[in-house]
T-cell receptor, first 113, second 111 residues
């Protein structure tokens, strides 16, 4: 597709469950970012990939959160033992160069009951 | 943590009026970006201004940057109801490559 694609668009899960959120960036974009956005707040940085490697994972809140980008394209954000406080919209963005213009997906809304 | 802080946090104006939003940040930057977000949607890039630029225009948008005051402003001229959205500034703190967003400013343009 032409834009950044995120799946699922909505995910409802129970506390303690494992969740995977997928991001398919724009073809050729080497930089990929994950953000988390709570209602009424700005996007909170989680992790940034340059190619296959995580260049900066300083925003991951704890070790329940993990992200991969094994082939330098699609990325998966993995959340273990979900908690109600993990409920938010998870945004993915890609860019042709680091710290350049970001192209965002529509987000994955996660609700933990 | 937030790097940029937008001011005001909310603004309501009439169609045709100008809207000005301010952003202050804390550390040195290479560039500053502005984004908009319609309710329930992803963010859309509006404009990027580099640290060696003072002003930039794009259509009805005018952005200024004052690195000595660590601040930027976004001016939307002749606003339209379709401009109703949240607006965010974003910077890379300390020259890092991660882009950090402010809390945003909600603009409402009344027809």
């Amino acid at each position: 597709g032409a834009g950044v694609s995120q799946t699922p668009s909505n995910k409802v899960t129970e506390k303690g469950k494992y969740v995977e959120l997928r991001c398919d960036p724009i073809s050729g974009h080497t930089a990929l970012y994950w953000y988390r956005q709570s209602l009424g707040q700005g996007p909170e940085f989680l992790i940034y990939f340059q190619g296959t490697g995580a260049a900066d994972d300083s925003g991951l809140p704890n070790d329940r959160f993990f992200a991969v980008r094994p082939e330098g394209s699609v990325s998966t954000l993995k959340i273990q033992r979900t908690e109600r406080g993990d409920s938010a919209v998870y945004l993915c963005a890609s860019s042709p160069s680091p710290a350049g213009e970001l192209f965002f997906g529509e987000g994955s809304r996660l609700t933990v009951l | 943590s937030q790097q940029g802080e937008e001011d005001p946090q909310a603004l309501s104006i009439q169609e045709g009026e100008n809207a000005t939003m301010n952003c202050s940040y804390k550390t040195s930057i290479n560039n500053l970006q502005w984004y908009r977000q319609n309710s329930g949607r992803g963010l859309v890039h509006l404009i990027l201004i580099r640290s060696n630029e003072r002003e930039k225009h794009s259509g009805r948008l005018r952005v200024t940057l004052d690195t000595s005051k660590k601040s930027s402003s976004l001016l939307i001229t002749a606003s339209r109801a379709a401009d109703t959205a949240s607006y965010f500034c974003a910077t890379e703190p300390g020259g890092s490559e991660k882009l950090v967003f402010g809390k945003g400013m909600k603009l409402t343009v009344n027809p």
